[in-house]
């Protein structure tokens, strides 16, 4: 059963507006949430993570809201660009390691 | 600085031939890993190490092995491939003790196929 879920699988979005995605975990023990960004043909890379005693972080045109109580966190990017579309992976650790654990990812597709 | 260096890019492998991906960094990271990506479920760790001479099990580890002799290097062994070895491979390197999620680097990938 996966502990950190993605439930849409794609989004599409026109260039300058917001773009939401959102991820579900199960395991209340996760204490840190990351949002990675993938291109194809690409290793994922770190875009913005949240620790679990707080429930905002802003970095530029991107926010990761992070609600405890709905084990639920979601990125917001205002406003979107074309160079934004991605596969965007929810990832969260727990304890003291740096063992993530995934969800399956968005595509983002932003339009111009 | 090369970051994370993962050899070869792509591979086509028989079943049950066995080969080893390769994954090399220079940032002095003590912790290393491995996930695979395979479509719908993200990426999955496979094994890590969290310093030389020390590995350890992630969530899929069967038919794979992994060595840690030194800090820079980590290899994955895939022993006798199966088709359902096909998939993304990535190595990741960070510092040990840190939960932050910009000190993880992933290497670009290694595409396998087994056929």
């Known amino acids: 059963d996966q502990q950190v879920k993605q439930n849409s699988p794609s989004l599409s979005v026109q260039e300058g507006r917001i773009s939401i995605l959102n991820c579900d975990y199960t395991?209340?023990?996760?204490?840190?949430f990351l949002w990675y960004k993938k291109y194809p043909a690409e290793g994922p890379t770190f875009l913005i993570s949240?620790?679990?005693?707080?429930d905002k972080n802003e970095d530029g045109r991107f926010t990761v809201f992070l609600n405890k109580s709905a084990k639920h966190l979601s990125l917001h990017i205002v406003p979107s660009q074309p160079g934004d579309s991605a596969v965007y992976f929810c990832?969260?650790?727990?304890?003291?390691?740096?063992?993530?654990?995934f969800g399956a990812g968005t595509i983002l597709r932003v339009k111009s | 600085n090369a970051g994370v260096t993962q050899t070869p890019k792509f591979q086509v492998l028989k079943t049950g031939q066995s080969m080893t991906l390769q994954c090399a960094q220079d940032?002095?990271?003590?912790?290393m890993s491995w996930y695979r990506q395979d479509p719908g479920m993200g990426l999955r760790l496979i094994h890590y190490?969290?310093?030389?001479?020390?590995?350890d099990q992630g969530e899929v580890p069967n038919g794979y092995n992994v060595s840690r002799s030194t800090t820079e290097d980590f290899p994955l062994r895939l022993l006798s491939a199966a088709p359902s070895q096909t998939s993304v491979y990535f190595c990741?390197?960070?510092?040990?003790?840190?939960?932050?999620?910009?000190?993880?680097?992933f290497g670009e990938g290694s595409w396998l196929t087994v056929v």
């Open positions: 990741a390197s960070s510092y040990s003790g840190t939960r932050r999620g910009n000190t993880i680097y």
């Open positions: 395991n209340s023990m996760f204490d840190y």
């Open positions: 949240i620790s679990s005693i707080k």
């Open positions: 990832a969260a650790i727990v304890g003291g390691g740096n063992k993530l654990v």
């Open positions: 940032m002095n990271h003590e912790y």
């Open positions: 190490s969290v310093g030389a001479g020390i590995t």
